[in-house]
């Protein structure tokens, strides 16, 4: 009797595999290495652990992480096991976690820290155990995998329910056009409760190469100079607070570095570009699975080309999105809810154009326009004007009332140098953008309490509760 033919690739745990054909190939790195073959027995011992607690696949399991060893154990572990994996943020205080689960209706509940009271199940799991097995450990590509909770324009959150196949359509459009090899290393810089962090596992363990733990108890600069990390994502003023530091990268082994989360800076492009590193960029969404477009920087707002399995067309001014890496819907009240139109297609809310060679445009939220004076005004175009300018790192333009227009464009800047007069910015709106788009008020940046990104909708409110 001859052996069964394999399964393809797509069809079993990426693990599992370079466990079997590479086992001695570091797949983990924090304080301590792992290999593949280690961290394949790892997952075994915690899958059976998760099935003696009396968990099912198709189960929710809310999880409070960000990017430790143990999160990552546990949510490929939920890969294996069928369970929908439901990350939380670990800033959000015990009463507001213990109300997300039950808006998912989580069957059981794991945290390194305090697990709020509620009619789930509440882990103790031991994740140094060890456990040998054999075989390919076949996956189900439709079955639902995780709930990433965005706040998305609104402030509410929905639950973005993805598939398998979603993440491994993701993974290789990703590498299409982000070349990922094993020896590489991919640092996980963001948060496993954010798609684009919990994307470069699939990443990662598909390409058979290294996972970088993120470890804040040192500098990134220290990170990246003695470290074996090839990729990495950032956001802008990340990048110029390395640059300020004295990062090189020619002192490092960075490959590969995206940018994403906010408008790209000319000067820090440029910057980075003569130092020997061109840096790519990217629009992406929970709903598409992370990445939608990637490509080099091309001027404002140029995203690059949509990657293999993701389709973008413009309806109306607005970009719209399908492929495989579309969502599952969103989780409501039980429920599988997916809002697209007649030919399949989800519309963003995101304001934008396609060039005549095909590269996406991204001008902003159709949910940000405002109108002063009878004028539509795109903050966005604003802020990418600003962080054009050599002194600002960052900006962020919002609406406050006005008697005489109706609404005016205000200002936060964040320097990385030495400030500039505001009336040197105005001058440099003027020469590239309409006179009404110069704001009237300038205002220093807020603090964001560790957070990269300012709530847009916030910062509006507490301008004009101020008035």
Known sequence: ???????????????????????????????????????????NALCKQLDLAGLQAGDRLAAVVRGALEDVLLAWAC??????????????????QAELARQLAVAAFWSAGAIPAGDWQALSLDFTGELAAEGECPLAP??????????????????????????????????????????????????????????????????????????????????????SITHLSLVPTQLWRLLAQGFDPGRTRVRELLLGGAAIPGPLVNRLAAMGLVPKVSYGLSEMGSQVCTGQPAGAGVVGRPLPGREVCIRQGEICVRGDTLFAGYFQAGDLVLPLDEEGWFHTRDKGHLTPDGELVVEGRLDNLFISGGENIQPETIEQRLVDHGAVAQALVVPVPSEEWGQRPAAFIDWHGEPVPHAE????????????????????????????????????QSLRQAE
Not at 23 to 32: C, M, T, W
Not at 146 to 164: C, D, E, F, W, Y
């Open 79 to 96: 890969v294996r096991s069928g369970l929908v994996f439901c990350p939380l943020n670990p800033a959000f205080p015990l009463p507001r």
């Open 1 to 43: 009797m001859t052996d069964p033919a394999p399964l393809p690739l797509a069809l079993r745990c990426p693990v599992r595999h370079w466990a079997q054909t590479a086992p001695e190939r570091i797949a983990l790195l924090g304080e301590q290495p792992l290999d593949y073959g280690r961290l394949d027995t790892r997952l």
């Open 142 to 227: 439709d079955q639902p995998n995780n709930m990433i909770l965005t706040s998305g324009s609104s402030g509410a959150p929905k639950a973005v329910v993805h598939r398998l196949a979603n993440h491994f359509a993701s993974a290789r459009g990703s590498a299409s056009r982000i070349p990922l090899a094993p020896g590489d290393g991919w640092l996980l810089s963001l948060p496993l409760f954010h798609v684009g962090g919990y994307a470069i596992l699939f990443r990662v363990f598909l390409a058979g190469a290294a996972l970088v733990l993120d470890d804040r108890s040192q500098p990134l600069k220290t990170r990246l100079e003695c470290q």
């Open 425 to 460: 910015l105005a001058s440099w709106i003027r020469a590239a953008l309409p006179g009404f788009m110069v704001p009237d008020r300038w205002l220093p940046w807020p603090d964001l309490g560790g957070n990269l990104k300012p709530s847009r909708t916030l910062l509006a």
